[in-house]
């Protein structure tokens, strides 16, 4: 699975995410191919996708739709987009499932996070959203600090820290970056990944 990761401090919110996929072909071969996870979703929010390459085109339907209606901070963001997804969701998997419950190689993650402008005790805000209760219903968990799906205790420990003693975003993207090259050296394969950085003056966004 690939990777994703989020850290959630006062002063910001840094995102970080593998942009390839790997699936396995019909001979159990592994295939890889360039995905990338990130969408901006407007001058406040951005949408990280998890899983399949199916989670990418959600991610493009969504971004479509927010660039066609008015919503600001990200709990309107977040408010739209939770009901957004789930359909697509569910649509995805009646149209390539056969019954459910469906089998967990469908699950498909994504991690919304944003600015809040009118909110100052807690301008910035991220959530998980997953199929919290049951295959295949979508529903979301706020993620208070830093998170990774796969889960990484260690690395969110750390990132917990450094948000705890307020260090900057540029050291917290350090270690998110270090975290997903590591990844990379141990998979034999060049570095490719999607970051964002998300501020009270804006959104930055970087690949490489």
């Known amino acids: 699975m690939s990777q994703m990761i989020v850290c959630r401090s006062q002063k910001g919110i840094v ?3 593998e942009a390839h996929d790997m699936d396995i072909d019909d001979q159990g071969r592994i295939q890889e191919s360039p995905m990338h996870r990130l969408f901006q979703l407007n001058a406040l929010s951005v949408l990280m996708v998890g899983g399949g390459a199916e989670s990418a085109s959600m991610g493009a339907s969504l971004q479509s739709f927010m660039s066609h209606e008015r919503f600001d901070a990200i709990e309107d963001v977040y408010a739209a987009a939770l009901p957004f997804l789930a359909t697509e ?6 149209r390539h499932c056969e019954r459910l419950p469906i089998d967990p190689i469908h699950q498909i993650y994504f991690i919304l996070a944003g600015h ?3 909110n100052p005790s807690n301008p910035f805000q ?3 959203i997953w199929t919290k209760r049951h295959l295949p219903l979508l529903d979301g968990d706020s993620i208070l600090s830093a998170y990774a799906v796969p889960r990484l205790i260690r690395l969110e420990v750390q990132l917990n820290r450094m948000c705890q ?12 970056r270090s975290q997903l090259q590591q990844k990379a050296q141990r998979e034999n394969r060049p570095l490719e990944a999607d970051y964002a950085v998300i501020t009270s003056e804006g959104i930055q966004m970087r690949s490489e």
Not at 89 to 94: D, L, Q, T
Not at 165 to 176: A, K, T
Request: without cysteine; negative net charge; glycine residues 4%.
């Open 15 to 17: 995102m970080g995410a």
């Open 89 to 94: 969701y569910e649509a995805y998997m009646e």
């Open 116 to 118: 809040s402008p009118r």
């Open 126 to 128: 991220a959530h998980l």
């Open 165 to 176: 003693e307020n260090h900057r975003l540029d050291d917290i993207f350090s270690v998110m």
